[in-house]
């Protein structure tokens, strides 16, 4: 059975930092892209990175690019979100995502498998 457990989420203020985590089981999980997708309330679901297994293998949507860094440890079955500098603008649940993925700027409807979702509220 395919789990994705998102932890570490909470409340914080502007400028602040959290590292979100992310427990895969069930499925071959070096086989798969990672991703950390957000999603404010009235607004579509968005891709914030993604990783593969390999050096340099990351992207990052432009907005969080030298604010967050996504990394994984594969012997562990984690995928991480280190994020600094927060704004009110990054608050949204955060959803950990893993599919087969060609293009790691893919969207959403090309994971298989997600996690219920981690609160981020960014007070200002």
């Known amino acids: 059975q395919v789990q994705l457990v998102e932890s570490g989420g909470g409340l914080v203020q502007a400028g602040g930092s959290l590292r979100l985590s992310c427990a895969a089981s069930g499925f071959k999980f070096r086989e798969f892209v990672m991703g950390w997708f957000r999603q404010a309330p009235g607004k579509g679901r968005e891709l914030v990175a993604a990783?593969?297994?390999?050096?340099?293998?990351?992207y990052y949507d432009d907005s969080v690019k030298g604010r967050f860094t996504i990394s994984r440890d594969n012997a562990k079955n984690t995928v991480y979100l280190q994020m600094a500098s927060l704004s009110p603008e990054d608050t949204a649940v955060y959803y950990c995502?893993?599919?087969?993925?060609?293009?790691?700027?893919?969207?959403?409807?090309?994971?298989?498998?997600w996690g219920q979702g981690a609160q981020v509220t960014v007070s200002s």
């Open positions: 995502a893993a599919g087969r993925i060609l293009r790691l700027s893919d969207g959403a409807s090309e994971y298989d498998y």
């Open positions: 990783i593969r297994e390999g050096f340099g293998n990351t």
